[in-house]
């Protein structure tokens, strides 16, 4: 059995020689770091419910970020990327930004209610960033679990995954819901999460049957920050403040607005706020009888709801693009394929695949060879293993 028993031991090799080499042997010489690794993630179905208050069901993937860390004498963070070849330090109140603003936000957020030390940390990751798997919550969750770790304190999976939502949304200014740290956090192999947003309860779904996953990363890569997802966040609140005002109940989002009410008061929501809010009421009925048809080993009718999540992700909510729609395209054109939809904040990033067991294999060779005419030159396919949200790895 390898460190990770899975196929990521080389970011936590990475991650902990590279906090040697750019650190020496530090304070603590005889003591081995801490290294916590998390996973990436896809989402089967559930795209933009989360901060609708609504429902999502991703699961995690063997691609992993993986934390090295030990503690300082100072109060001091000094952190190094060993993918970037950087170092960043900061203190107390100070605001880095690129890469170290996610480091920063998470410690700073932590600090908040528990004696995190000074540490160095190295950082390695094989999850590719910018391709809707994400690599900021997982770079979110490893730092997270690490500095935890390292202050001696205990923090629930659900209470560390709160932590790092916030320290995106207030230290990095993304206003996401809370689907990626919470998937990256609490996952578990062979399941995936049924996560409702508004209650936080979620649930791990059984998978009854020999289903594996394609990504096709499209190789556009996207940063949420820059692109329009703030505002989506937006046109929601809109469609919400219209909804209220039209029906005259207490609709808090668009969690609470049934589809029949919404199609009833459309002409109270101009065009593009009625096709956003139609997108997300849909989509999570969709969520539903995707984990319906999981649990029942109904791969069609989770495949049939990850194809009209995309449509709906595409047309109404206008969120995808060309190189997204045509790896949805060519994954759903490929034998074996039940169901395929992009994954993540959207324009650019990665379309996720659900696959028979038995055809997995010649399902990723035969979209390997289309890949870069169909999609585009930087476009990869690989399969995913099962995994688990963030731990602790222990040395063997
Ligand atoms: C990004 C966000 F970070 C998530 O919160 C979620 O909204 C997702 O896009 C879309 O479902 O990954």
């Given at each position: 059995?390898?460190?990770?028993?899975?196929?990521?031991?080389?970011?936590?090799?990475?991650?902990?020689?590279?906090?040697?080499?750019?650190?020496?042997?530090?304070?603590?010489?005889?003591?081995?770091?801490?290294?916590?690794?998390?996973?990436?993630?896809?989402n089967?179905?559930?795209?933009?419910?989360?901060?609708?208050?609504?429902?999502?069901?991703?699961?995690?993937?063997?691609?992993?970020?993986?934390?090295?860390?030990?503690?300082?004498?100072?109060?001091?963070?000094?952190?190094?990327?060993?993918?970037?070849?950087?170092?960043?330090t900061?203190?107390?109140?100070?605001?880095?930004?690129?890469?170290?603003?996610?480091?920063?936000?998470?410690?700073?957020?932590?600090?908040?209610?528990?004696?995190?030390?000074?540490?160095?940390?190295?950082?390695?990751?094989?999850?590719?960033?910018?391709?809707?798997?994400?690599?900021?919550?997982?770079i979110?969750?490893?730092?997270?679990?690490?500095?935890?770790?390292?202050?001696?304190t205990?923090?629930?999976?659900?209470?560390?995954?709160?932590?790092?939502?916030?320290?995106?949304?207030?230290?990095?200014?993304?206003?996401?819901?809370?689907?990626?740290?919470?998937?990256?956090?609490?996952?578990?192999?062979?399941?995936?999460?049924?996560?409702?947003?508004?209650?936080?309860?979620?649930?791990?779904?059984p998978?009854a049957?020999?289903?594996?996953?394609?990504?096709?990363?499209?190789?556009?890569?996207?940063?949420?920050?820059?692109?329009?997802?703030?505002d989506?966040?937006?046109?929601?609140?809109?469609?919400?403040?219209?909804?209220?005002?039209?029906?005259?109940?207490?609709?808090?989002?668009?969690?609470?607005?049934?589809?029949?009410?919404?199609?009833?008061?459309?002409?109270?929501?101009?065009?593009?706020?009625?096709?956003?809010?139609?997108?997300?009421?849909?989509?999570?009925?969709?969520?539903?009888?995707?984990?319906?048809?999981?649990?029942?080993?109904?791969?069609?009718?989770?495949g049939?709801?990850?194809?009209?999540?995309?449509?709906?992700?595409?047309?109404?909510?206008?969120?995808?693009?060309?190189?997204?729609?045509?790896?949805?395209?060519?994954?759903?054109?490929?034998?074996?394929?039940?169901?395929?939809?992009?994954?993540?904040?959207g324009?650019g990033?990665?379309?996720?695949?659900?696959?028979?067991?038995?055809?997995?294999?010649?399902?990723?060779?035969?979209?390997?060879?289309?890949?870069?005419?169909?999609?585009?030159?930087?476009?990869?396919?690989?399969?995913?293993?099962?995994?688990?949200?963030?731990?602790?790895?222990?040395?063997?």
């Amino acid at each position: 059995m390898t460190a990770t028993g899975q196929h990521s031991d080389d970011v936590v090799e990475r991650a902990r020689s590279g906090l040697r080499e750019a650190f020496g042997d530090g304070p603590h010489e005889h003591v081995d770091p801490v290294v916590a690794l998390a996973p990436g993630r896809v989402n089967l179905v559930g795209g933009h419910t989360d901060y609708n208050d609504g429902l999502c069901l991703p699961k995690a993937i063997d691609r992993h970020v993986a934390v090295a860390a030990e503690p300082r004498e100072d109060d001091r963070i000094r952190v190094y990327a060993t993918d970037f070849d950087e170092t960043a330090t900061f203190a107390p109140g100070d605001g880095p930004t690129g890469w170290a603003a996610y480091v920063a936000a998470v410690v700073g957020v932590l600090r908040e209610d528990r004696a995190i030390p000074g540490a160095n940390l190295a950082i390695a990751s094989n999850v590719p960033s910018g391709a809707g798997l994400s690599s900021s919550a997982a770079i979110e969750l490893a730092v997270g679990k690490a500095m935890v770790e390292l202050s001696g304190t205990v923090l629930s999976k659900t209470d560390l995954a709160l932590a790092c939502w916030r320290a995106e949304r207030e230290g990095v200014g993304v206003e996401c819901g809370i689907l990626d740290q919470f998937a990256v956090g609490l996952c578990k192999p062979d399941t995936a999460l049924f996560l409702d947003c508004r209650t936080r309860a979620f649930e791990h779904v059984p998978i009854a049957g020999d289903v594996g996953i394609l990504v096709v990363d499209t190789g556009v890569s996207h940063e949420l920050a820059d692109s329009g997802y703030n505002d989506r966040v937006r046109e929601c609140e809109a469609a919400v403040t219209a909804l209220r005002s039209a029906t005259e109940t207490e609709i808090r989002s668009l969690r609470d607005v049934e589809e029949d009410v919404l199609e009833t008061h459309a002409d109270a929501l101009d065009d593009v706020h009625y096709r956003r809010a139609r997108h997300v009421v849909t989509e999570n009925e969709r969520v539903v009888s995707g984990r319906d048809a999981l649990v029942a080993g109904e791969f069609d009718r989770v495949g049939a709801a990850m194809l009209a999540s995309h449509e709906s992700l595409r047309d109404d909510y206008e969120v995808s693009c060309a190189e997204l729609d045509a790896a949805v395209e060519l994954a759903a054109e490929t034998p074996g394929v039940y169901g395929a939809r992009m994954t993540g904040g959207g324009f650019g990033g990665s379309v996720v695949a659900l696959v028979a067991g038995d055809a997995l294999e010649r399902a990723e060779q035969s979209i390997r060879a289309e890949v870069s005419g169909q999609v585009g030159p930087n476009a990869q396919v690989f399969a995913c293993r099962p995994s688990e949200g963030v731990r602790i790895v222990t040395p063997e």
